[in-house]
């Protein structure tokens, strides 16, 4: 038995049965509260994680992160705006980030050895080789060095450096509650 709840955690649907069933019954309910299909990628996509504790570090803004990844096109720019007042996050995930260089490297060390938390380390470091991903938080700059994501002081300087980068005019997506939307691209847009 699973339920799909809302933001003010009220329960908008539940499941229950064989497990593959249940599951992706509950993930058409999610398609239906939380989806959003889009026509096309995004060259562009500003996300907030929705405030905290959302975004309470990297590591959980990471899934604001793959929610507007994944409507940004190959090559495109996507903003993270994350307070991150508690830092990065935990310790497996910070040191795989700093200590290698693709994902492809972190997913060899995770299949070597796996350990809890290293393994959101292979899910950011995917995401920046789609595309780049600049983050506007209160962390300090030197504490991003070498962790995959473009530290931005400002929204301002995010929007300038994505504008240097892509064009005055690029096609944007706004995600205020990019923790909560699940957007995708639709296939027969």
């Known amino acids: 038995l699973n339920t799909v709840l809302d933001e003010e955690k009220r329960i908008v649907g539940v499941v229950a049965g064989d497990y593959r069933l249940a599951h992706a019954a509950g993930c058409r309910i999610v398609d239906q509260v939380y989806g959003c299909p889009v026509s ?19 590591f959980q803004a990471h899934k604001t992160m793959e929610n507007a990844v994944r409507v940004t096109r190959k090559g495109g720019v996507t903003i993270l705006l994350a307070e991150c007042r508690d830092g990065i996050g935990p310790r497996p995930f910070v040191q795989c980030l700093q200590k290698f260089a693709t994902s492809a490297e972190i997913k060899e060390q995770l299949l070597k050895k796996f350990e809890f938390g290293a393994h959101k380390s292979f899910f950011l470091a995917r995401l920046t080789e789609k595309a780049d991903v600049f983050l506007v938080s209160s962390l300090p700059r030197k504490s991003l060095q070498n962790l ?42």
């Open 40 to 58: 096309e990628p995004a060259d562009l996509v500003i996300a907030s994680c929705g405030g905290y504790p959302k975004d309470i570090n990297v």
């Open 148 to 189: 995959f994501v473009k530290p931005m002081d400002t929204i301002e300087e995010a929007l300038q450096k994505a504008y240097e980068k892509l064009g005055p005019k690029p096609l944007t997506y706004v995600l205020p509650q990019g923790g909560l939307v699940f957007p995708w691209v639709e296939k027969n847009a």
